[in-house]
């Protein structure tokens, strides 16, 4: 089995968002929101449109630790969240299956990110992926690990490395 990885290069990026948005805006948005958040994809198929539609900062409270964490989308994203959203109600689940309203599953999610993945030239994706290189690329811009390390709720900085692959002796 293969490790999932994070997205290195930001024109992958780019290219994996078309591929997306030319599917499904559902689909499009929930990668949007994994690359910029740092949730874990369980989270993030929990929102709720009330949890998100008008606001500037997302608060929600961890499934897997109860700890609270907060993140803060971009008037762009914001306006992209708005249009989505518009004939939804608040109670609705942001990422919903087609046939039951639910939100998607892992598995459903894993599918249409390897699918648009292989269409751009990417390999070892999965649902980490969104975490990972949200944390890749946080760390690429401020070098702060202990924040990242914080924000995953890793023991370790080493833990953290290893996440987001990057080797720690050559991190400098």
Do not use: C
């Not at 958040?37 to 369980?42: C, D, F, I, R, Y």
């Not at 989308?73 to 989505?84: N, P, R």
Request: charged letters at 30%.
């Amino acid at each position: 089995m293969q490790v999932a990885q994070p997205i290195r290069d930001p024109e992958k990026i780019i290219e994996l968002q078309g591929v997306l948005k030319n599917h499904s805006m559902r689909d499009w948005l929930l990668f949007t929101i994994g690359i910029n958040s740092g949730l874990h994809l369980n989270d993030i198929l929990r929102l709720r449109v009330k949890d998100v539609k008008d606001r500037n900062e997302i608060s929600i409270t961890e499934e897997k630790t109860g700890k609270s964490k907060s993140f803060w989308i971009d008037d762009a994203l914001k306006s992209y969240i708005g249009e989505y959203v518009q004939y939804m109600g608040d109670e609705d689940y942001m990422f919903p299956s087609q046939k039951t309203g639910k939100p998607i599953k892992r598995i459903r999610v894993y599918r249409i990110l390897n699918e648009a993945a292989k269409r751009v030239g990417l390999q070892d994706i999965g649902t980490h992926t969104l975490r990972k290189t949200f944390g890749y690329h946080y760390y690429q811009r401020t070098k702060n690990i202990s924040v990242l390390r914080d924000l995953f709720n890793h023991s370790a900085p080493s833990v953290t490395f290893k996440y987001i692959g990057i080797d720690k002796r050559n991190s400098g």
